[in-house]
Each structure stands twice: as structure tokens, then as C-alpha cells.
């Protein structure tokens, strides 16, 4: 389960606003096993409101901030300006690429109806190895488990 403070939410519920109409995305730091610590938002290199692409530099930093304060990489997150909060197949693909740990929450932010929407998912085991086949399409169903999330004061 994704657990987020509910200060670390409106810090992502602003840049992607700040953002809007692109895609924001970000870092979530925290222990291993525990609420996140904090978000780190990194500039989207794509500067697209359909894909986002993590900043090389910025990565590096938020890597560098991680270990500075004893903390993991433990998720990304990005926003949708226009659908769901649901990853999409390119989501799916970036999720199973091998350097991508299987373990991160991929916290989503749907910018695309009158109030926000925040999901998050992992991509199980399994679920990456199907996704390798021809089932990119139905891979949310497939990879995805959609986790819930807690905010908590
Ligand atoms: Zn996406």
C-alpha cells in the first residue's frame, strides 16, 4: 500500500498543476516498507501532456537526496491532463523496462475531470513477464495491481 502524508499529496497535486497542461512527474522517496517520506518533482524531459520522461539530471538528484537522507527510491508518480489515473500501455511498457525496480509504486494524478484522482499500482512479477508478450493492450489488468492508497495527516 502507497501511504502519503497529506502535505506530500498537495505538493504533487501542485506541480502538476504548475505543469498542467503537461505531464509533472516526480520521485517518491521513503524508507523501504513505509509511508513516503517525500516527493521530488523532476522536470518532465518529454514537455508532453500524453508521455513523461524523467529528467537524467534530475534522477541523479533525487538518487543523491535519497541517499544523503538514508532514504530509497521508492516510486514515481505522474499526472494525466487527459485521462484516468490509470497507467497507460506506455506507462506498462516503461514499468516492466529491466532497470526499472519491480517493487516501486506507480502513483498516478488524473488531472482530467473537474477534481483530482490519485491511484497507484505495481507491476507484479508475473504480470511484467506477461506484458513482454502481445498483451501490452490489456497489460492493466495483466501487471497492474492497482494498490490502495492512504493519506494520512
Ligand atoms: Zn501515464
Known amino acids: 500500500?502507497?501511504?502519503?502524508?497529506?502535505?506530500?499529496?498537495?505538493?504533487?497535486l501542485a506541480e502538476a498543476w504548475r505543469v498542467?497542461?503537461?505531464?509533472?512527474?516526480g520521485l517518491?522517496?521513503?524508507p523501504d516498507d513505509g509511508p513516503v517520506d517525500r516527493f521530488v518533482p523532476i522536470?518532465?524531459?518529454a514537455q508532453?501532456?500524453?508521455?513523461?520522461?524523467?529528467?537524467?539530471m534530475g534522477y541523479m538528484k533525487a538518487e543523491r537526496l535519497a541517499d544523503d537522507l538514508g532514504l530509497q527510491v521508492v516510486g514515481v508518480v505522474h499526472s494525466h491532463?487527459?485521462?484516468s489515473a490509470y497507467p497507460s500501455p506506455t506507462d506498462v511498457a516503461?514499468?516492466?523496462?529491466?532497470?526499472?525496480?519491480?517493487?516501486?509504486?506507480?502513483?498516478?494524478?488524473s488531472l482530467a475531470w473537474g477534481y483530482p484522482e490519485l491511484r497507484s499500482f505495481r507491476v507484479s512479477e508475473s504480470g511484467s513477464a506477461a506484458l513482454r508478450g502481445d498483451a501490452v493492450e490489456f497489460g492493466v489488468e495483466l501487471g497492474m495491481d492497482e494498490e490502495p492508497v492512504r493519506l494520512k495527516d
Open 1 to 12: 500500500m502507497l501511504t502519503l502524508n497529506r502535505s506530500t499529496w498537495l505538493e504533487i
Open 28 to 30: 517518491l522517496l521513503g
Open 20 to 25: 498542467y497542461p503537461l505531464e509533472a512527474c
Open 43 to 45: 522536470v518532465n524531459e
Open 94 to 109: 516503461e514499468a516492466t523496462k529491466p532497470l526499472v525496480p519491480p517493487t516501486w509504486h506507480w502513483a498516478i494524478v
Open 48 to 56: 508532453s501532456s500524453r508521455v513523461f520522461t524523467l529528467s537524467p
Open 81 to 83: 491532463t487527459h485521462t
